[in-house]
């Protein structure tokens, strides 16, 4: 508090009373020697610490936990390989920027470079995948050093932070000091777009005939959902809406196209490609969006708006780059086009809905071979569950079934792995998202690849009364590697075929660990193991779904091709030419 006199107290009781400073309500973690120091004190702490199975579980779950709170997640490990293993969680916080905060144990001050036991330089590997790092050997620098943690990972663009500190930092007498303000030169990100941009943008589409709202992620961490429904009730301009970007507009929206890219509709595909104009809001012209880059939306000009100026004309030039907080970006020019006459988008709309309507991805064929169709799962699960449950998913085949069929009705309802593409999200992120919205309905859709590389974290959620419902779609095998063999490799499947018929025996191993198992191998059984999965609320439950592993996950731009050579299957591509805008 502000004129409060400096108290006596240990590093690690600063790094706990700094931590209940900045807010921090839970923290996922795992002791160990180099940290150990710090859970002493957290012992007695207001602070709930989750002990995780894995560190990189106490990652994800902090980033579960940041992303449907809107706060920053915390994790905290000890050295060496208690801090390596939060690496892969610390880059997929980076690549998705979601604000978390990883604590870790450093070897004493004087055994740092020595090789000591279990030292590893975490700050320097970890230095291309942070907002910032700070390695702590002064206690008196701990309530500094968190302060502006916390402040660098959830302003400007949100991030991840890491907190290295020696453990003889840690064991130290010192005086706690809290900071007044923070002093921290050369980051000052802006949040107030120039309003000549703004001017620019609003005169760039009163003048366009084919604009697309182009909706990245950067929209859901500003949570500028109200602003983004506003300008597409103020103009009626077709949006389209990538992974990151899922439900920040209704998809039963009339305007709303789907989700753009490498397997996104053909309306999304053909509404970048076809666009004179792209309203681009905190997306980054991700290469799963673009295909080849140099074919994507050639007669588009661009309008550009990002929190962070190195994400402009990064990939694309901007016509009319914007450089602010999306929330004030977007409000900022609702104002401008309140004030510009609109053309009518009539007839671009109608060309896209025909698009939409002609190439549904909600429409799959039955299997032949008795099992059960995994589109079909994923889309009984999103209709039972309904649109407010918050649906969190692992990555592959799966993933892309869940972008498209599960109710995107609500912003912040659907958490995935981008721009890292992290097998082993699914598990730890349901937890933390669990964790964040107690008493609500958290579904991770798994497949059986992701969900044997982090399931431990259900043994976490049995121990912690955490009731998170996972449904593991399980087709024996890595289902998208898979399919680019089937496609691409003439069918030689070298090391996709996972054997995992009973092995392991996914309803015995989620008993094992506290959970309830439960699986369906037909129809009939969809609907019952789901409805049963949704009353039981007091512990975790695992539904394994038996189904084809020959299913493909339509349609689809092959790596390094144009989207305009966008398939709709296997052998049939849509008819892009002769189609009247």
């Known amino acids: 508090m502000p004129g409060e006199s400096p108290r006596t107290m240990t590093g690690a009781q600063s790094l706990v009373e700094s931590l209940e400073r900045v807010g921090v309500e839970v923290i996922f973690g795992i002791p160990g020697g180099a940290i150990l120091p710090a859970y002493d004190p957290l012992y007695d702490s207001k602070i ?20 449907v709170t809107g706060g920053v997640g915390v994790c905290m490990a000890t050295s060496g390989p208690g801090a390596t293993n939060l690496v892969t969680a610390i880059a997929d916080a980076y690549m ?16 740092i470079g020595t090789d000591a036991f279990q030292e590893a330089d975490i700050r320097g590997i970890t230095f291309p995948i942070t907002k910032h790092s700070f390695l702590i050997t002064d206690p008196l620098e701990i309530p500094h050093a968190i302060a502006a943690a916390f402040h660098l990972a959830r302003t400007g663009r949100p991030g991840p ?13 010192t005086e706690f000091v809290w900071p007044e303000e923070l002093d921290l030169p050369g980051y000052h990100p802006v949040e107030k777009p120039h309003s000549k941009q703004i001017r620019e943008a609003a005169r760039l589409i009163a003048a366009a005939q084919r604009p697309v709202l182009y909706v990245g992620g950067g929209v859901n961490r500003a949570r500028a959902w109200d602003g983004l429904a506003e ?26 196209m789907g989700m753009p890219g490498m397997h996104g509709s053909v309306a999304a595909v053909g509404a970048l490609q076809r666009s004179d104009l792209l309203i ?13 880059l ?5 007669g588009a000009k661009v309008i550009h708006a990002d929190i962070d100026p190195a994400e402009i004309s990064k990939n694309r030039v901007a016509d009319v780059p914007i450089v602010g907080d999306l929330a004030e970006v977007i409000s900022d020019l609702n104002l401008a086009l309140r004030d510009v006459d609109l053309p009518d988008y009539s007839a671009w709309v109608g060309y896209l809905q025909g698009l939409r309507t002609r190439y549904r991805v909600t429409e799959f064929e039955p299997t032949s071979d008795g099992l059960l169709s995994p589109e079909y799962v994923i889309k009984r699960i999103g209709e039972i569950a309904g649109p407010d449950a918050t649906f969190v998913t692992g990555v592959g085949q799966h993933q892309m079934w869940a972008a498209h069929l599960l109710p995107h009705e609500r912003p912040n309802r659907f958490l995935t792995s981008g721009g890292a593409g992290t097998m082993g999200y699914g598990v730890p992120a349901a937890m933390g998202a669990q964790v964040g919205l107690p008493g609500t309905v958290v579904w991770g859709i798994d497949g059986d690849g992701c969900f044997q590389m982090t399931n431990q974290e259900l043994v976490t959620c049995s121990l912690e009364g955490i009731p998170i419902k996972i449904a593991v779609i399980n087709n024996r095998s890595l289902g998208m590697v898979r399919q680019w063999q089937t496609l691409f490799y003439g069918e030689r499947y070298s090391n996709t075929n996972l054997q995992s018929h009973r092995v392991p025996d996914f309803p015995k191993l989620a008993e094992a660990m506290g959970a309830v198992g439960l699986r369906a191998e037909t129809p009939e059984e969809v609907d019952q ?39 709709i299957a296997r052998d049939l591509a849509p008819a892009w030419e002769g189609e009247d805008l």
């Open 161 to 173: 932070v890491l907190v290295d500190i020696a453990k003889d930092a840690l064991s130290a007498q």
């Open 231 to 256: 300008m597409v009730k103020l103009t009626g301009i077709p949006v389209v809406t990538t992974l990151m970007a899922r439900g920040a507009i209704p998809d039963s929206h009339e305007l709303n």
């Open 280 to 292: 681009t809001l905190g997306a980054r012209f991700d290469d799963r969006v673009t295909g080849k």
């Open 529 to 567: 193991v789901i409805k049963e999965a949704m009353a039981i609320n007091d512990r975790p439950v695992v539904v394994e779904f038996v189904v084809h592993k020959d299913a493909m996950i339509w349609p689809m731009v092959a790596a390094g091709t144009s989207n305009d050579d966008i398939k």
């Open 48 to 67: 709930r610490h989750i002990l995780v199975r894995h560190e990189q579980g106490a990652g994800h779950a902090a980033e579960g936990y940041a992303h």
């Open 294 to 298: 140099d074919s994507f939306a050639p």
């Open 96 to 111: 998705d920027s979601v604000p978390i905060v990883a604590i870790t144990g450093q070897v004493a001050s004087k055994s």
